[in-house]
């Protein structure tokens, strides 16, 4: 099966930017996730959201560039929460620091379920 080259986007909502995540995460990700999470942090949100659920595949080096991101937020004294893990990359990031979960995303209520959002506060 061919790589589902990566993509970013950001959007706004209330209280909050989200970056809304495609295809795989890995080395060739970087810039692409980098500049994405420059331009929603150029907003100075309290909030930044990471969608997931359109991404495929996170290999080690996409790993290591999402911890950074949790570092860059925890720098900033900025919540960054991450939402539509799969269960496998949800037995993953626990182990990362901060490693904590939660059960609400802001505007999406009910809809976001337990074990889908990462803090970094």
């Known amino acids: 099966m061919p790589a589902k080259p990566f993509q970013a986007s950001t959007r706004h909502q209330p209280d ?3 970056i809304d995540l495609r295809g795989e995460i ?3 990700a970087e810039a692409g ?3 994405a999470y420059t331009e929603a942090e150029g907003r100075n949100p309290p909030t930044i959201v990471l969608n997931f659920g359109e991404v495929s595949y996170i290999n080690s080096t996409g790993i290591a560039l999402i ?3 949790l570092a860059r937020a925890r720098k900033a004294k900025r919540r960054l ?3 539509g893990l799969s269960p496998h990359y949800q037995e993953i990031f ?3 620091p901060p490693g ?3 059960d609400g995303l802001p505007g999406r209520g009910q809809r976001a379920r337990r074990g889908q959002i990462a803090d970094s506060k």
Do not use: K
């Open 100 to 102: 904590r979960f939660h």
């Open 81 to 83: 929460l991450v939402f």
């Open 67 to 69: 911890v950074g991101l």
């Open 16 to 18: 909050a930017e989200i």
């Open 33 to 35: 996730l980098s500049a």
């Open 26 to 28: 890995n080395a060739a």
């Open 94 to 96: 626990p182990d990362h």
